[in-house]
């Protein structure tokens, strides 16, 4: 059984205690400071909060945290109480500004894709009229730092030739209701960029790619979620394509200290991709996934190959954040996988 990091998080305690031993944050840099975090209660702010609560008793910083959350009754019951952490409880495009002086602002806060494609002007909304709000909450409050969490999604598709998509890469999301993530995701990063530039804000741009790790909905659109909850079901375990895409996945304790490292020390003005440069096809996955869970499970392959196509390619190349702030994919996919299961059997999932 994993021990874990206290009753707040449920996250495993050993992977929160070499986040801190890498030091890769400069822990320094948060000391007596202010932090106020949207989209604090998901499933990178989650982890988020439990590196940060457990960085603060570990290194004395006498941190304070601001969450933003639509329902405080409901996040408290995902992220009991800590000193350290206060509530406040608004729509990210019409909080009220709370008072006072922040140094540092993380905003994570947005819908998934599978939302836009459901509502694409009210995905829109939220993603470009809540970082508008954010950037006015920055200037009120003084904000010193500010990381905007968006997404590889901002890309588009990936060229097939193209092994790994660089920060230098043209951002051409796709047209239709399933690439206006990537679209409102573009347009918020041009908007915070700017504010940084104008307002002095030191604005730095995160761009996720797939991650895994204990927290992660095992019931939504996330394919590995998906052969996870297959595999510990004890069935099949199936595939909804050929099987041929690309992916590549970076754990979630390792994101954690990607984007806190990001905040304190990425250069302003900078966009930084995040996550794993090893590609796996997902039929590979799905195999990895089955023999670490359910040696005995079958792989259901359910699209048939088109002929004369290819293979999906989401891979990033993180030389910019290895070599710029010595940041790298450090816990194995399987590694990733094993703790993820057992998480899920821990919390009595299946």
């Not at 409050?141 to 230098?168: D, F, H, I, K």
Request: glycine share 10%; proline share 5%; hydrophobic share 45%.
């Amino acid at each position: 059984m994993l021990d874990r990091i206290g009753p707040m998080h449920h996250l495993p305690r050993a992977d929160i205690n070499e986040v801190l031993r890498r030091n890769s944050v400069d822990w320094s840099r948060l000391v007596d400071a202010r932090m106020f975090i949207t989209g604090g209660t998901g499933f990178f702010g989650r982890w988020l909060i439990a590196v940060l609560s457990a960085a603060d008793a570990a290194f004395a910083l006498n941190l304070k945290i601001t969450l933003l959350t639509r329902n405080v009754a409901s996040a408290q019951r995902r992220i009991p109480g800590h000193e350290k952490v206060s509530w406040l409880e608004g729509d990210v495009r019409s909080f009220p500004l709370p008072p006072g002086q922040f140094d540092y602002l993380i905003h994570a806060a947005t819908d998934s894709s599978q939302a836009g494609q459901r509502d694409p002007d009210g995905l829109t909304a939220q993603v470009v009229n809540g970082t508008r709000r954010v950037i006015d909450f920055a200037r009120q409050a003084g904000v010193r730092r500010c990381l905007y969490v968006s997404s590889g999604a901002v890309y588009g598709r990936q060229p097939s030739q193209l092994e790994a998509m660089a920060e230098t890469c043209p951002c051409r999301p796709s047209t239709g209701a399933s690439a206006v993530y990537g679209q409102a995701k573009l347009a918020a990063e041009d908007l915070m960029l700017a504010a940084g530039r104008h307002h002095d804000l030191n604005a730095v741009v995160a761009r996720p790619f797939a991650c895994v790790g204990p927290g992660l909905p095992l019931d939504t659109h996330f394919a590995i979620g998906n052969f996870i909850r297959d595999a510990l079901r004890g069935g099949d375990v199936v595939v909804a394509s050929d099987g041929r895409p690309l992916r590549s996945y970076l754990y979630a304790a390792d994101l954690a200290d990607w984007l806190l490292t990001l905040l304190v020390r990425g250069d302003a003005g900078q966009v930084y991709n995040v996550g794993s440069d090893r590609a796996i096809s997902i039929a590979d996955l799905a195999g990895l996934v089955s023999s670490l869970v359910s040696p005995k499970g079958r792989i259901v392959i359910e699209s048939p190959v088109v002929g004369g196509s290819s293979a999906h390619r989401y891979i990033p190349s993180i030389e910019k954040a290895r070599l710029g702030l010595g940041l790298d994919a450090w816990t194995s996919l399987e590694s990733a996988i094993c703790k993820t299961v057992d998480d899920a059997r821990l919390r009595g999932a299946f």
